[in-house]
């Protein structure tokens, strides 16, 4: 159902159509607000609004508090417009292609219900601002009716159209090799008015460091040095961060700014510049490590300077078991097979792969040490060892008679060494044949000399790896008898012996 009345004191307006759940009690909400020019807002309503300047405030521009979200600047208005019962445009300065909040206080509908906390705000999006500069106009509209009674009045505002500007900047624009515990300062200046103190805001890092309408310096950006001097024509920042800068970080100082002028002109000015570079870079995923590594490996290893100047490939020395495998970022013989690379990695560095051109000896502790820089001169450095596979048997050496000798003394003791880079098994043996006759036993290792080989002078001298057996044959050879002598032997790893 639905009433028609007419309203009190609402000069101009001929009658109002009342809405079932309108009236008393009922909350005017703000539906949207949307940028229709460079510095035009048209704000809609959810119903009828009072425009009686007096008591409703419709037409106040003190009515409508814009700011944008990002920097929390203010966005002026100047004059309200009525364009219909449920609209109005707000008449500002130049805003920008950002989003802005609209609070809307103090007005009320025709019913007199007042506007509350709760959906009496609207974003927008601004619109590219020209170069012309706004006339601050402020209207004021008598019995705020449609066709009421106005008086406008112009504020003679001089066109201050320049904003503040930043000089002596420490550390300066791209500088670099800045030192981590560096107090950022500037100079912020404005030649006509001066800067508006209150309006002022500066990022470190994209984070909040200074924020003017509290006018207190920001967390981790509050250290004691930090601090204002100076007056509005020229104030001089001091920040001071409670902790380093990282290492090779790019960093970031944004201030946004506006001058006295009563319609401000903004700054928002970013530089950088770049900490030096104090970590050292790094070596890792370093290969192979630990025992039993094959003979034909390659040595491979990770050099890292992670957020850091990079690793200077010119810099890469490296040497394998005591020898240079890479010297000035170049490999070196026997290291320089055809697997050997230096790649670029994600991580500021290099990967790097040593392919030997030949075996590594059996058994072998081999040692890698490696030494790089970065591009700012910060060392780094890294080594490791490993322990080839034990690939060969014991090795035997014929002492006395040597292999295929002549001429030797019937009387002769037979002396054999057997060697390895581990030690010879237990099982061993020494079997001599002598005119092809059946080989029989004269010396194994754990039992000893068996009869007709134990004469005065038979022994096995045992060492680390090393026997040393001398056989004393209780009766002398046949006068030019062939002796063969067959020795078996194995190593830990069940490699079998071998002739020198």
């Known amino acids: 159902m639905s009433v028609r009345v007419i309203t009190t004191f609402n000069w101009g307006a001929d009658s ?33 609004m009072y425009f009686h300047i007096t008591k409703s405030k419709v037409l106040d521009p003190d009515s409508y508090y814009i700011e944008d979200v990002l920097f929390s600047r203010q966005l002026f208005v100047v004059r309200v417009e009525r364009i219909s019962d449920t609209t109005v445009r707000l008449h500002t300065q130049d805003h920008e292609a950002i989003e802005y909040q609209l609070t809307v206080t103090r007005v009320q509908d025709k019913f007199g219900n007042p506007i509350g906390g709760v959906n009496n705000t609207a974003n927008f999006t601004g619109v590219n601002p020209s170069t012309e500069f706004p006339v601050a106009t402020k209207t004021y509209s008598f019995f705020g009716l ?24 420490d550390p300066v624009p791209t500088q670099t090799g800045v030192l981590r515990d560096k107090i950022v300062t500037f100079q912020l200046n404005d030649d006509d008015l001066g800067v508006r103190l209150n309006l002022t805001k500066v990022f470190v890092e994209g984070v909040l460091a200074y924020d003017g309408p509290s006018d207190s310096f920001i967390a981790p950006y509050n250290g004691a040095g930090s601090g204002i001097s100076g007056d509005p024509s020229a104030y001089i920042f001091a920040i001071q961060k409670t902790s380093d800068y990282g290492s090779y970080a790019s960093v970031s100082v944004r201030v946004v700014a506006a001058d006295l002028n009563p319609i401000p002109n903004y700054l928002d000015e970013t530089y950088s510049f770049t900490v030096e570079d104090y970590d050292a870079p790094i070596l890792t995923d370093a290969y192979p490590t630990g025992v ?19 690793v200077d490939q010119n810099t890469i020395a490296c040497t394998v078991a005591g020898q240079q495998a890479i010297l000035n970022g170049i490999f070196q013989s026997p290291y320089d097979g055809v697997g050997s690379s230096i790649t670029p990695n994600a991580f500021g560095g290099y990967d790097v792969v040593i392919d030997p051109t030949a075996d ?3 058994f072998q502790d081999v040692t890698v040490n490696v030494a790089f820089d970065d591009n700012e001169g910060q ?16 090795l035997i050496t014929p002492l006395s008679p040597t292999n295929g000798q002549e001429g030797v003394l019937r009387d002769a003791n037979i002396q054999v060494q057997l060697t390895d880079e ?3 098994e237990p099982g061993s043996l020494i079997e001599i044949s002598i005119n092809a006759a059946p080989y029989v036993t004269a010396w194994q290792q754990g039992v000893g000399f068996s009869p007709g080989y134990q004469g005065p ?19 002398d050879f046949p006068f030019a008898a ?12 069940g490699n079998p012996e071998r002739l020198s």
């Open 292 to 310: 039993d590594v094959v003979k034909e490996t390659n040595i491979s290893f990770t050099l890292k300077d992670v957020g850091g100047s990079g």
């Open 379 to 394: 060392s780094g450095a890294g080594g490791w060892l490993f322990k080839v596979e034990d690939y060969l048997g014991p």
């Open 457 to 475: 002078q038979s022994q096995a001298v045992e060492g680390l790896g090393i026997i040393t057996i001398t056989i004393d044959s209780e009766t």
């Open 482 to 493: 062939d002796v063969l002598v067959r020795i078996t032997a194995v190593d830990p790893d």
């Open 422 to 424: 581990q030690s010879i």
């Open 360 to 362: 590594f000896n059996t």
């Open 146 to 169: 449609y066709a009421g009674m106005e008086s406008s009045e112009e504020t003679g505002i001089s066109p201050d159209a320049d904003p503040p500007y930043l000089s002596n900047q």
């Open 16 to 48: 109002t159509l009342i809405a079932e759940g309108d009236g008393i009690g009922a909350i005017p909400e703000v539906v949207s607000a949307s940028a229709t020019s460079r510095n035009q807002i048209l704000v809609t309503f959810d119903r009828e």
